[in-house]
Antibody, heavy 120, light 107 residues
């Protein structure tokens, strides 16, 4: 059973880079693909992007110029970086395993999430 | 981007009631629609994928239907533990998008 755990600094200053890590247990990074999602307090969910076991990534165009995802197979970790952050990037950040069949894709399981606040 | 509109945005119902939540897509998405349940302070949990397939371990009182642009999530007999916010998500084309959520409360 795959389990996910997000970690990273809870406070980031404006204009700096937000860096989060998702540690995967119970599964191989190369066997799935991995998605980051965020949720501002009291608001809906936003798909940030996904990274395949090969290292190829797809990003949301709304963030594409600022976001990067990567894999560290030796540590079984998935990383998310968002640069030039503003208060609008304040949110709960989740990683999730993407799985599917017959071209359908769904997110299961999810990590517990980590809150990131952008403030000076 | 494909927009998903959930209705109602909030709902109050009694234990034992049949509850229906609708999700409408701005463009046809076949059956590329998933439903998630999010309890307060928790991460979302997958309920239904591919519009109508119940995820393993999810109670059978939950069901999903629809294709194209109109989808529904139904709880056949509401239980107290079903209090949560429900999200729909399309996986037809990236960027994948979610509806804004329907908050379900007990009357």
């Amino acid at each position: 059973q795959v389990q996910l755990q997000e970690s990273g600094p809870g406070l980031v200053k404006p204009s700096e880079t937000l860096s989060l890590t998702c540690t995967v247990s119970g599964g191989s990074l190369t066997s799935y693909y991995w998605t980051w999602i965020r949720q501002p307090a009291g608001k809906g969910l936003e798909w940030i992007g996904r990274i395949y076991g090969s290292g190829h990534a797809d990003y949301n165009p709304s963030l594409k110029s600022r976001v990067a995802m990567s894999l560290d197979v030796s540590k079984n970790q998935v990383s998310l970086n968002i640069n030039s952050v503003t208060a609008a990037d304040t949110a709960e950040y989740y990683c999730a395993s993407s799985t599917g069949s017959a071209s359908h894709e769904w997110l299961d399981p999810w990590g517990q999430g980590t809150l990131v606040i952008v403030s000076s | 981007d494909i927009q998903l509109t959930l209705s109602p945005s909030s709902l109050s119902a009694s234990v034992g009631d049949r509850v229906t939540i609708a999700c409408r897509a701005s463009h046809p998405i076949s059956t590329f629609l998933n439903w998630y349940q999010q309890k307060p302070g928790k991460a979302p949990k997958l309920l239904i994928y591919a519009a109508s397939t119940l995820q393993s371990g999810v109670p059978s009182r939950f069901s999903g239907s629809g294709s194209g642009t109109d989808f529904t999530l139904t709880i056949s007999s509401l239980q107290p533990e079903d209090i949560a916010t429900y999200h729909c998500q399309q996986s037809f084309t990236t960027p994948y998008t979610f509806g804004q959520g329907t908050k379900l409360e007990i009357k």
